[in-house]
């Protein structure tokens, strides 16, 4: 068993999700070969994603790190969960679920970046250097703020995770073979990556998107295509395609269930197997 190391991919500065046309400052950003080949390749892993997109020969790439018909073909059952009021009753709160997170994953990763990497980063580079050191404008907006933001803010989003993951691996997701979590994760919609995008915010997914489940749970999450889109292309203006996909959670120790029963599915052919490089998934 070995590997053929080929080389370096690039991610966003300090692995800060950034947009091409806004945040790329010394670097261009890595080109997503999708569709017509101007769309934003998306977060920090965009580098890892769109090498594997592109070519062929690539097995694998390490990352820093997000339906009715599938039920039918898994024999599952499905019911509707209110998930709102599952956890306002496990954490005692009327809140709902995205106003209970709200910005918790913004206050723990600005906290802990800032103190544990950007400012003694900072310091040390003016000690030697005597100014500061340049930040691109996602790095900037979010240190800036985790500068002044005080611990108890950082305290409270620590305690407010807790609570959600205790609550997530005891609900949605007790065991690996009583449920699984589905949500839709890539829409297929265009976002293209030579859009004049507003400055960058501090706050970086504020509430609970899909993509932030498995996150704050500290859970497995696989991500899985199943079907492409029909777009016409503002660049190439002709009709283009870009990826459909869902996100697959599952309970904590999981992980080689869910891989397995991807395989399964794709031995069922209920989602395809074989997924192609360049601007076409199929």
Partial sequence: ??????????????????????????????F??????????????AGSGAGLASYEWLDTATASDT???????????????????????YANTTEGLATYIGSAYSNITNY???????????????AKFGKAPYWNPQTCARW?????????????????????????????????????????????TEDYRNIYASAPGAIFTAGLPGNQMSVLA?????TVPIGERTYL?????????????IGMVAAAGCDHMLMNLVSDLMDAAVITGQVKTGSRMY
Wanted: with cysteine.
């Fill in 67 to 89: 339906g009715g018909s599938l039920s039918i073909f898994l024999d599952a059952n499905v019911s509707t969960v209110n998930m709102n009021a599952s956890f306002n009753a």
């Fill in 112 to 126: 802990d970046q800032y103190r544990l990497l950007g400012k003694p980063f900072r310091e040390q580079y003016i």
């Fill in 233 to 245: 292309s503002r660049v190439t203006k002709s009709n283009e395609t870009l990826p459909g996909t």
């Fill in 32 to 45: 997503n070969p999708s569709g017509d080949g101007c769309q934003h390749p998306q977060g920090s892993s």
């Fill in 144 to 188: 800036t703020r985790a500068a002044t933001l005080p611990f108890s803010s950082y305290n409270t989003a620590s305690e407010r995770t807790r609570t959600f993951q205790t609550w997530f691996r005891n609900m949605p997701t007790p065991t690996c073979e009583s449920t699984l979590v589905l949500y839709p994760i890539g829409p297929g």
């Fill in 1 to 30: 068993v070995g590997a053929v190391v080929i080389g370096k991919t690039k991610t966003t500065q300090f692995a800060l999700g950034e947009r091409p046309t806004a945040d790329y400052i010394d670097q261009l950003a890595p």
């Fill in 218 to 222: 500290a859970l497995p999450d696989y």
